[in-house]
């Protein structure tokens, strides 16, 4: 079994609807990170938490929310979905202990297209 | 912004040729990592490399790190086909260890 997964794979939605990717993971680690991916602009950072009671934005954390449920899992919201937010959407784990800077584990991705 | 830039956007070789990808990164870092990415798959950790290494090897992965430059280099030897992915570096910043940047990534086409 795969030690971090997305749900769903896959989604199209419409303009204004309120979307909710999950992630979970079996690493046992602390820390959990949401990312989008677009063509030609390699990963963005949106959100990222090092324990459930801590939760920082990243790089592009505007019309995106999180709720850390669990140390196993990681949420990521999109309020009022817009076409802007078409992406690839990845979340990754870290070891606990250490910051952002070490190795990452990604799960397998969710395709979003929003119309 | 990103902070690593990948060159060349794109490399296509034969089974059996060495590929080099480079990466350079405005800011200071404490470490700069390599990914590969299998299309539309997750990316997975290749080597890690911190700012006080200058080369770093695992398998057929090469990994260099010129800090004066502000550029680091991946060549993988005699690719195989399964070797074809996208190939991202990640820069940490020297001054906030929770900022990690990735590249835009090179496509890499190893044909048979």
């Known amino acids: 079994d795969a030690d971090v997964t997305q749900t769903p794979r896959n989604r199209i939605t419409k303009t204004g609807k309120r979307i909710m990717l999950e992630c979970s993971q079996t690493k046992g680690h602390d820390r959990m990170y949401w990312y989008r991916q677009d063509p030609g602009l390699g990963l963005r950072l949106i959100y990222y938490?090092?324990?459930?009671?801590?939760?920082n934005k990243g790089e592009i954390s505007d019309g995106y929310s999180v709720s850390r449920q669990a140390q196993a899992k990681f949420s990521l919201s999109l309020e009022s979905a817009i076409p802007n937010q078409t992406a690839l959407y990845f979340c990754?784990?870290?070891?606990?202990?250490?910051?952002?800077?070490?190795?990452?584990?990604f799960g397998p991705g969710t395709r979003l297209t929003v119309l | 912004s990103q902070q690593g830039e990948e060159d060349p956007q794109a490399l296509s070789i034969q089974e059996g040729e060495n590929a080099t990808m480079n990466c350079s990164y405005k800011t200071s870092i404490n470490n700069l990592q390599w990914y590969r990415q299998n299309s539309g798959r997750g990316l997975v950790h290749l080597i890690l490399i911190r700012s006080n290494e200058r080369e770093k090897h695992s398998g057929r992965l090469r990994v260099t790190l010129d800090t004066s430059k502000k550029s680091s280099s991946l060549l993988i030897t005699a690719s195989r086909a399964a070797d074809t992915a996208s190939y991202f570096c990640?820069?940490?910043?020297?001054?906030?260890?929770?900022?990690?940047?990735f590249g835009a990534g090179t496509r890499l086409t190893v044909k048979p």
């Open positions: 990640a820069t940490t910043s020297l001054y906030n260890n929770n900022d990690m940047r």
């Open positions: 938490s090092f324990d459930v009671k801590d939760i």
């Open positions: 990754a784990t870290s070891d606990p202990g250490r910051g952002i800077g070490f190795e990452q584990f």
